[in-house]
């Protein structure tokens, strides 16, 4: 093992039961992290986290490309497998498989040797039936065959796992239209039936427009209970191929580069209950929308997001947890902790570090990345108003003011702006630049027991804009030291004291007040991902 990865390994699972923002009483596995020494986080690299030297090593050069015979043989295979089988591929690359569906039951598709069967070229995996397992298969030097990802997890209970994909943007059209020079947006992978598992893979290299996962909700409300777990996500980058050069397209082709995007907003008022926790992510600038939650009930957990210029996003529905999670952005520039809009969530015990939202180009609050950022609304939440998709102007792609939000025992700490009460500009929609008139401000959000501690005077603690103050909020025992900009005042519940602290295996340990960092853990590929690494590792 790397020597960060005995610094930092050493947890305990504990099966437990929480009780989530609706009162619904649910199972889960929650990670106690307890690192072994202390550790610097700011002289982390995203090398050290993502390189997984403990890991073996897999050369792709030195694997064979399979024949064309033997290729047509294993989509044959696949195509006609039976309830029950197990398919165990060898080694080689095979290349051009195409849409390949999978109508069978409780079948298993696995490499022989991990790392080493390479699906390469145009190709999709479609799991039609139930119970079915992809197992250590590598997607590269190729692409999905059909925009909703090299694999399609339909049908009940199916798990991809051990698996990787790397630089898997090749050999597919990518061009702008000609309707409004959109480029288009190709997943990796694809969720539509219900409790699917994502578990231990590697996905590396994301340069083209789509969403890396994406769930696709249906509009009712059978939750989805998907499991997103111990996987890696690495360098997803935006512009690579030039798509934010079109100007009056910069907007939309901007859009659609999130690492998972949860429901959307057709379905954003209904529960998916999916998990999303101990992912790694790192490097990974796609757009301003990392973890995109659009659906209900969902619980973001004990992942480590590593220098990715983009935030956690509660974009639309409702009741959703954040809690247990590491912001490192390592001073760079437009990183963010977590942006929220519509009701009833919360976020509490997550940690961010370092972060520079404001990238010294955008004036006022609009669209800051902050810590914790309240952002304004379209409605009138405090009245009871409502997106609604018969409302002209008001559907539920829009912005749902927040609403009955807790925000407790979160740290901050370096961060350039920490507590934002936002007042974003909102337009009429991704292709209309119109500005909508009338904005609302967030009601009722309770402020417990957090802190933000800036050293530097030239960070802020708390950032707000006095012509759009939050209504009816509360402060309990909140610790902002640094500067405050914003507020003549400040409400009672507010400390600017300098707070005593104490460093708990690299964390700030805050009295009183601020996360519990014995539940937090930076991950590393020694924790998550695949079982093996691939080299050459880097592509881009």
């Not at 992290?33 to 700011?42: E, H, K, N, V």
């Not at 239209?177 to 996905?203: C, H, M, Q, T």
């Given at each position: 093992m790397t020597p960060i990865a005995f610094a930092l390994t050493a947890a305990l699972s504990l099966s437990t039961f929480y009780v989530n923002a609706n009162n619904t009483k649910q199972q889960q596995v929650i990670e106690v992290?307890?690192?072994?020494?202390?550790?610097?986080?700011?002289a982390l690299s995203s090398e050290q986290l993502v390189a997984g030297l403990s890991r073996p090593a897999i050369d792709l050069d030195s694997v064979q490309l399979a024949t064309p015979e033997a290729t047509e043989a294993l989509k044959q295979q696949i195509s006609n497998a039976q309830d029950g089988e197990t398919i165990s591929i060898p080694s080689g690359r095979f290349a051009n498989l195409g849409v390949v569906n999978i109508t069978a039951d409780n079948v298993t598709i696995k490499?022989?040797?991990?790392?080493?069967?390479?699906?390469?070229?145009?190709?999709?995996?479609?799991?039609?039936?139930?119970?079915?397992?992809?197992?250590?298969?590598?997607?590269?030097?190729?692409?999905?065959?059909?925009?909703?990802?090299?694999?399609?997890?339909?049908?009940?209970?199916?798990?991809?796992?051990?698996?990787?994909?790397?630089?898997?943007?090749?050999?597919?059209?990518?061009?702008?239209?000609?309707?409004?020079?959109?480029?288009?947006?190709?997943?990796?992978?694809?969720?539509?039936?219900?409790?699917?598992?994502?578990?231990?893979?590697?996905?590396?290299?994301?340069?083209?427009?789509?969403?890396?996962?994406?769930v696709q909700k249906n509009i009712d409300d059978k939750a989805d209970n998907h499991v997103i777990k111990d996987n890696i996500f690495y360098s997803q980058k935006k512009n690579r191929y030039n798509e934010l050069d079109i100007k009056k397209a910069i907007r939309y082709n901007g859009n659609s580069w999130e690492a998972i995007r949860i429901g959307d907003s057709k379905s954003s008022q209904w529960p998916s209950r999916t998990q999303f926790v101990n992912n790694l992510l790192v490097d990974s600038d796609g757009e301003r929308e990392l973890i995109s939650v659009k659906s209900g009930e969902n619980r973001i957990a004990?992942?480590?997001?590593?220098?990715?210029?983009?935030?956690?996003?509660?974009?639309?529905?409702?009741?959703?947890?954040?809690?247990?999670?590491?912001?490192?952005?390592?001073?760079?520039?437009?990183?963010?902790?977590i942006r929220i809009y519509d009701e009833n969530h919360i976020v509490r015990n997550n940690y961010f570090t370092g972060l520079r939202g404001g990238g010294g180009k955008i004036a006022g609050n609009a669209d800051v990345r902050g810590g914790v950022v309240i952002n304004t609304g379209i409605i009138d939440v405090e009245n009871g108003e409502k997106l609604d998709q018969a409302v002209k102007g008001k559907e539920l792609n829009k912005q749902w003011t927040p609403k009955n939000i807790t925000i407790e025992n979160n740290t901050l700490v370096d961060v350039e702006f920490g507590m934002v009460h936002g007042n974003q500009t909102h337009r009429a929609s991704l292709f209309d630049n119109s500005e909508v008139e009338t904005t609302h401000t967030g009601d009722k959000i309770t402020f417990g027991h957090n802190v933000v501690f800036n050293d530097e005077e030239s960070l802020q603690s708390l950032r707000a804009d006095p012509t759009a103050e939050l209504t009816s909020p509360t402060y309990n025992n909140e610790v902002y030291f640094g500067a405050i900009h914003g507020f003549d005042s400040l409400p009672n519940g507010i400390s600017t004291e300098k707070p005593n602290y104490k460093k708990v295996n690299g964390f700030y340990q805050f009295e009183g007040a601020g996360a519990d960092v014995t539940k937090l853990k930076v991950l590393t590929a020694d924790d998550v991902g695949p079982n093996y690494r691939l080299t050459p590792s880097d592509k881009s």
């Open positions: 992290s307890q690192p072994a020494s202390s550790i610097d986080l700011s490499a022989e040797q991990p790392g080493k069967t390479l699906l390469t070229g145009l190709v999709q995996l479609v799991t039609k039936g139930d119970d079915i397992t992809l197992d250590s298969l590598v997607f590269t030097d190729g692409g999905p065959a059909e925009r909703m990802g090299g694999i399609k997890l339909e049908g009940n209970r199916n798990t991809l796992k051990n698996s990787t994909f790397h630089y898997f943007i090749e050999d597919y059209a990518y061009e702008p239209d000609e309707r409004r020079s959109e480029y288009p947006k190709y997943l990796w992978v694809s969720l539509w039936g219900k409790e699917a598992k994502v578990i231990n893979n590697r996905f590396e290299g994301k340069h083209k427009r789509g969403t890396l996962i994406g004990g992942n480590t997001i590593f220098e990715s210029a983009s935030m956690i996003s509660l974009r639309h529905g409702k009741a959703n947890i954040v809690e247990n999670n590491v912001v490192i952005g390592n001073l760079k520039e437009d990183t963010g902790g």
